[in-house]
């Protein structure tokens, strides 16, 4: 497949998507979902990477959704780290931008803030930590960006809620370590090449993403309590779980060629979303499923059978996909078919199809 055939064609579609996200946070309905809410963002912005076209209606979109996200008047360090996050991104440049690539430069705004807090440490005053950790969340800081010692982020970490790490001067000791610290973390994203294998996750953590590593080999098991697991573009990777917590209820896999399997999916699992991996088969598909993405998914070739429950199918760029089940269940409200070359709808399909169904081609 030739990789510039998606050129120009993945921001149209994130820029809708943002925009939309934009309406609903300005009416409510992301109230009480913050981490859902920053999740959704984060895997929108990973797409919008991948596209080399024109990106101005982007910028447009994300800074609406700033304006929206600042509006929600929420003390939430999930909302505020994804209003820095996407600062981040208008100012870094002005095209599309991953989030990996978030500017890393310490400006001496930012040295000056690091400075006081290693100041109010050595003076001993109260609160000094809680304080460096809400500027730090509110900023939307990287690890990358604060250079602390193996012995400052130990002091940190009991405090931290949210954190992308992505520090790669670590040994995987060090980072073990850190991350086993981090006894308040809901939410952990993990982008460091100092890891061959994943840590042992905070016990309390409920949404997981590791992302742009390139020593990491395996996913270890993972925390019962965990609610959302993502993996984006780690170039090594070739081994997930055989089975997920019972928790999860979403489950991302992006870039990873080398892995041929998935774990297991279990009863309760709503979202899963696969983009350029090698598999060649999907496990069984729990009744609990709603939403199925796949895209450049070269090696896959069917799909078994689709749950009772399913609502949303969107295949991408599957060129060895040859057929989907009919008729669909009745409750499909989306699907969505685009550059599969092998695939062939049913000359039964426009009879066949669920009443209300959207297609989109």
């Keep these: 497949m030739d990789p510039s055939s998606s050129v120009g064609r993945v921001v149209p579609k994130v820029v809708n998507q943002l925009n939309q996200v934009a309406k609903e946070v300005q009416k409510g309905k992301w109230e009480g979902h913050e981490n859902d809410l920053s999740m959704k963002i984060r895997e929108l912005i990973s797409d919008a990477s991948r596209d080399t076209g024109p990106h101005k209606a982007f910028e447009a979109s994300v800074i609406t959704l700033i304006d929206a996200l600042t509006a929600m008047d929420t003390k939430s360090a999930v909302v505020k780290k994804t209003i820095g996050q996407l600062n981040s991104v208008i100012r870094g440049e002005s095209s599309v931008v991953d989030l990996k690539r978030l500017p890393s430069d310490t400006d001496e705004e930012i040295q000056e803030s690091i400075q006081i ?62 991350i086993s610290n981090c006894h308040n973390l809901k939410q952990l994203d993990l982008q460091t090449d100092s890891i061959k294998t994943t840590p042992e996750l905070p016990r309390g953590l409920e949404f997981f993403t590791l992302a742009f590593s390139n020593k990491l080999i395996s996913v270890s098991s993972l925390n019962e309590g965990l609610q959302q697991f993502s993996c984006f573009s780690n170039e090594r990777l070739n081994s997930l779980p055989a089975v997920l917590p019972n928790s999860i209820t979403k489950f991302h896999c992006v870039d990873h060629p080398y892995v041929k399997t998935i774990p297991e ?13 090698g598999i060649e088969d999907l496990p069984s598909l729990p009744s609990s499923l709603k939403i199925l993405e796949m895209s450049d998914c070269e090696n896959i070739k069917n799909i078994k059978a689709l749950p009772d429950n399913l609502e949303d199918l969107d295949v991408s760029r599957c060129d060895a996909l040859v057929t989907i089940p009919f008729p669909l269940p009745e409750s499909m409200k989306l699907l969505t078919i685009s550059w599969c070359s092998s695939l062939v709808l049913p000359d039964t399909f426009a009879s066949e199809k669920p009443p209300g169904l959207k297609v989109v081609k």
């Design 265 to 277: 999916l279990h009863e309760g699992i709503t979202s899963v979303k696969l983009s350029g991996c």
């Design 117 to 178: 807090f290693r100041n109010l440490i050595e003076q001993e005053k109260p609160n000094a930590v809680e304080s460096f950790v809400e500027w730090m969340e509110y900023s939307g800081m990287s690890a990358s960006q604060l250079n602390l010692s193996k012995e400052e982020w130990l002091m940190v970490a009991p405090h931290l809620t949210v954190l992308e790490f992505n520090v790669d001067n670590f040994s995987e000791e060090d980072v073990q370590e850190i």
